[in-house]
């Protein structure tokens, strides 16, 4: 199966992995999935730590790319194509715009969301596929 992790999934995993939920946990570890990660999440994590919203223990958010890759997570980026189209994600009551992107990016590629935000549902009728 193919996934994409939420932001805060891939911290989760890489931090607090007790926060996974017990099915989240299991496909990020099974080698036989694709874990994917948007460089969308980089830029979120980047801009948090910046304002002081996310505290990051003994690392930086320029050390985060080399954690996806020890974790064996496969860094993607939003294609030409995605970010063309983003107009057409239709709004909802989801304003996040990292968030956004990367429910876009899952619904292009297609991914399924690893994500425990309640907040995505309203996507699923667009096409949007979550586990959690």
């Known amino acids: 199966m193919n996934y994409l992790l939420d932001t805060h999934t ?49 690392c930086k958010p320029d050390d985060m790319p080399g954690i996806a890759t020890q974790m ?12 063309a189209t983003f107009h057409r994600l239709p709004k909802v009551q989801h304003k996040d715009p990292f968030d956004r992107m990367i429910i876009w990016q899952a619904i292009q590629q297609p991914l399924v969301l690893i994500s425990k935000d309640a ?14």
């Open 10 to 58: 891939f911290l989760w995993a890489a931090f607090s992995p007790g926060k996974l939920s017990a099915k989240a946990k299991k496909e990020i570890r099974s080698a036989e999935n694709r874990v994917c990660l948007s460089t969308v999440s980089f830029w979120e994590i980047s801009l948090k730590f910046a304002l002081g919203k996310i505290d990051l223990v003994n």
């Open 72 to 83: 064996h997570i496969e860094v993607i980026q939003p294609t030409a194509q995605e970010t």
């Open 119 to 132: 907040g995505i549902s309203e996507y699923k009728e667009f096409g949007l596929k979550v586990l959690w």
